[in-house]
C-alpha cells in the first residue's frame, strides 16, 4: 500500500457512474450539481485526514483580511516583507505541502530537485544549492538553505518574498492545537474570525499555509481515490440518482432497494478501512510530513530577528 493519499476529480467519478448508468444519463436523468453535493458530504463523512494543504496570501487593509473562501484549519502562518516583482519564477525546490517530501542534505536542510518551480498561486521555495570550483578543479556545494515565497498573480508577474517575520495567532476552532503561532512569541499578533484574519498591524501581507476544500488548483472537487472507498463515492451519487428519478414519478423502487444496500455495504467498508492500522500509518507519515512542514516553519526565520 502506497502511503499516500491518491484523489481523482469528480467528474472522473461521475464518468465512472455514468458508464454504470448510461441508460439514465442518455434520458437526461443525471443532475452533475445535484451530484457534487453527494460527494462532498462523503468527503465529509470520510473525514478531515483526507483534506489538502494549500498556500495562500492575504492582503491585510485596515487591520483586516479575508481568507481564502476553502479555509477550513490553520496550519501556520508567517508576515511577509517587501517583494520584488519579476516575469519568471525564481530557481529553487518547489517545498510541496501538500504531500511533502523531505531529502536531508548534508547541513540538515530539506533539497530536492531544482530547478524553476511551476508555482500556479502560491508557493514557497527553497534557493538551489550554489557548486564552486577552485583552481584544482574541485567542487563546494553550499547549501544555503534559505527560503523565498512566491506569488504569481497573473499577466506573466511573480512577487517573491524573501524577509519573514513571526505571527502570533489565538487559539480558535479553525487554529490546531500544534499550530506553532499558538505559543510564537511576536510583535504581530492576529486573530480568525468569521472568515477574517485579524491583525494588530494595519497594513501587510500574510503568508497562510492551511487545510482546504478538497479541490484542484482549477477549482474541480477532489475525492479520495481508493479501493476500499471508490464504491461508498459511487454508491452514494447512484443513490441520489434513484431517489431524484424516484421522486419524478419513474418505477425504480426495486433498484434503488438494491443500491441503497450495496450503498450501506460500501459506507461501512470505507469506514472500517479508516480506522485500520494500514490508514492509520498514512496517517501517521502524513503527520510526520506536517511536522516536517513545522520544521520549515521555523527554519525561514534562522536568519532573521523576531522584531522589525
Known amino acids: 500500500m502506497a502511503l499516500s493519499h491518491k484523489y481523482r476529480t469528480f467528474d472522473q467519478l461521475l464518468n465512472d457512474v455514468t458508464i454504470d448508468f448510461s441508460s439514465y444519463a442518455l434520458e437526461g436523468m443525471i443532475e452533475p450539481q445535484q451530484l457534487i453535493k453527494v460527494a462532498t458530504r462523503v468527503n465529509y463523512d470520510l473525514g478531515l485526514r483526507i483534506n489538502r494543504t494549500k498556500d495562500d496570501i492575504v492582503d491585510i487593509s485596515h487591520g483586516k483580511g479575508k481568507l481564502p473562501t476553502d479555509f477550513q484549519y490553520l496550519n501556520y502562518a508567517f508576515v511577509c516583507g517587501d517583494y520584488q516583482i519579476s516575469n519568471t ?67 506573466e508577474e ?30 504581530d499578533i492576529a486573530e480568525i474570525k468569521d472568515g477574517y484574519l485579524l491583525t494588530s498591524f494595519n497594513a501587510g501581507k500574510v503568508y497562510l499555509n492551511y487545510l482546504g476544500a478538497m479541490e484542484d488548483e482549477d477549482g474541480n472537487l477532489l475525492v479520495l481515490d481508493h479501493p476500499y472507498c471508490n464504491e461508498y463515492y459511487e454508491y452514494a451519487l447512484k443513490q441520489r440518482i434513484l431517489e431524484n428519478m ?19 455495504a460500501a459506507r461501512n467498508n470505507a469506514l472500517g478501512f479508516i480506522n485500520t492500522p494500514d490508514f492509520k500509518e498514512v496517517q501517521k507519515i502524513w503527520e510526520v510530513n506536517r511536522k516536517a512542514q513545522y520544521h520549515n516553519y521555523f527554519d525561514m526565520f534562522r536568519s532573521y530577528p523576531p522584531n522589525r
Open 89 to 155: 519564477a525564481p530557481s529553487g525546490t518547489h517545498i510541496d505541502t501538500t504531500q511533502p517530501k523531505y531529502v536531508p542534505a548534508p547541513d540538515g536542510g530539506d533539497i530536492g530537485p531544482c530547478g524553476d518551480p511551476t508555482c500556479k498561486d502560491v508557493c514557497v521555495v527553497q534557493t538551489c544549492p550554489e557548486t564552486t570550483t577552485d583552481k584544482r578543479g574541485n567542487t563546494t556545494t553550499t547549501y544555503k538553505g534559505e527560503y523565498m515565497v512566491v506569488q504569481y498573480v497573473g499577466a
Open 158 to 187: 511573480y512577487r517573491t518574498y524573501t524577509r519573514f517575520f513571526p505571527l502570533t495567532i489565538r487559539e480558535g476552532s479553525s487554529v490546531q492545537c500544534d499550530c506553532p503561532n499558538i505559543n510564537q512569541k511576536a510583535l
Open 246 to 264: 424516484l421522486f419524478a414519478g419513474e418505477n425504480v423502487s426495486q433498484q434503488l432497494g438494491l443500491i441503497e444496500q450495496k450503498f450501506k
